[in-house]
């Protein structure tokens, strides 16, 4: 069975830094392009970072290229998003998911609150 | 950037009624690569169809897709109690993948 653990959310003031993790299981991890997508409270899903099976290629949402960092360690079937300069609009709950184009399977999602 | 435009807002139906929903490109999607989601609160979405028209595994055959273009439809025959829930269409035709604002179908 797929499943895709998210941690790593909290409180922290604007301008600080959160990494967050995705521990993936029941499937080949380094076979799967994997994601980040967020969403805001009463909003729709945005989609925030992609990163190929490998990790040698990464993709941004204009919203955030530049501040956060996407990465993976296929040894130990995690990816990761580090996040520095949040700002209030970063808000939300970050889900990592598989990424064939569409998002197949997804995380329970990991809460985000960007507050002074 | 492809801007989806979900319709209605809301549907108000009674169990065992069909359920039609909307989503509407700003520009054409490529290869039909347009999915759907459903989510519950608390939850995340679930993926539902993928490529317009393809039930994702597990998914009962009252969901059905179509479409093409800017167009397209997501189906649900025969509302269950478990199917009220908000629904989300998504494309990956083009980058970035973005997603409609959503419909709620609540009950009647």
């Known amino acids: 069975e797929v499943q895709l653990l998210d941690s790593g959310g909290g409180l922290v003031q604007p301008g600080g830094s959160l990494r967050l993790s995705c521990a993936a299981s029941g499937f080949t991890f380094s076979s799967y392009g994997m994601s980040w997508v967020r969403q805001a409270p009463g909003k729709g899903p945005e989609w925030v970072s992609a990163i190929s099976g490998g990790g040698g290629t990464t993709y941004y949402g204009d919203s955030v290229k530049g501040r956060f960092t996407i990465s993976r360690d296929n040894s130990k079937n995690t990816m990761y998003l580090q996040m520095d300069s949040l700002r209030a609009e970063d808000t939300a709950v970050y889900y990592c998911?598989?990424?064939?184009?569409?998002?197949?399977?997804w995380g329970q999602g990991t809460l985000v609150i960007v507050s002074s | 950037e492809i801007v989806l435009t979900q319709s209605p807002g809301t549907l108000s139906l009674s169990p065992g009624e069909r359920a039609t929903l909307s989503c509407r490109a700003s520009q054409s999607v490529s290869g039909s690569n347009l999915a759907w989601y459903q989510q519950k609160p608390g939850r995340a979405p679930r993926l539902l169809i993928y490529g317009a028209s393809s039930r994702a595994t597990g998914i009962p055959d009252r969901f059905s897709g179509s479409g093409s273009g800017t167009d397209f439809t997501l189906t649900i025959n025969r509302l269950e109690p478990e199917d009220f829930a908000v629904y989300y269409c998504q494309q990956y035709g083009s980058s970035p993948r973005t997603f409609g604002q959503g419909t709620k179908v609540e009950i009647k």
């Open positions: 998911a598989t990424i064939n184009g569409y998002f197949q399977y």
